[in-house]
């Protein structure tokens, strides 16, 4: 498996492809978390940077696991053309809309109900693999756009707020998020 330190040109266009990647993240103890993302949340930032725009769910273990160790993995894989899986490891920083950095990273994606944190990955390491186990698939829609996103958005912020508040404190293993603390 090829590793190397930073992300080159061919990396990115193929970041740039996926609408999925998913994200992996552990505390010390506990569960290891994976989970999909997609939409227009992932900006390349540069050749050992990425950042992405975490939206609200059931869980928010990415936010704890991160908070503890600060060691996210993302993973690509190629469900359509050449065959190739994608990781990149880092040490990652999640901002909240409370901090001061939240509106100058979030110029950078669209406005989407249910924004929750965005997550700054500052890339140590970059490995391919050849991807022939991961079926041909072919990409039809986006739930996000049209049941995610608006299903948050009706909510409000103060109704948001309150989901966060029920859902989005704790990690499985009883961990705080950190998602409503200064």
């Known amino acids: ?25 552990a505390d010390v103890t506990g569960r290891v978390n994976v989970s999909p993302k997609g939409m227009d ?19 928010n273990e990415t936010a704890a696991h991160v908070r ?6 993302l993973m690509f894989c190629a469900f ?6 994608l990781r ?12 001061a950095e939240w509106g100058g990273l979030l110029g950078d994606f669209p406005k989407l109900g249910g924004s929750r944190q ?21 990409f039809r829609r986006s739930r996000g756009e049209v049941e995610l996103e608006p299903y948050y958005d009706d ?12 859902k989005n404190t704790k990690t499985i293993d009883g961990k705080p998020t950190g998602i409503f603390e200064d």
């Open 1 to 25: 498996m090829p590793t190397a330190k930073k992300l080159n040109g061919t990396l990115k266009a193929f970041i740039e492809k996926q609408s999925v990647f998913f994200v992996a993240t």
């Open 41 to 59: 949340t992932l900006r390349i930032e540069g050749d050992n940077r990425i950042v992405w725009l975490n939206l609200s769910g059931s869980g």
């Open 68 to 73: 503890a160790t600060g060691r996210m993995t």
């Open 80 to 85: 359509e053309g050449n065959p190739l899986i």
């Open 88 to 99: 990149v490891y880092g040490q990652a920083t999640t901002y909240h809309p409370r901090d």
């Open 118 to 138: 965005i997550f700054d990955l500052n890339i140590d390491l970059v490995q391919t693999s050849c991807g022939t186990g991961v079926p041909v698939m072919e």
């Open 155 to 166: 909510m409000g912020s103060d109704g948001v707020k309150d989901y966060w508040q029920r």
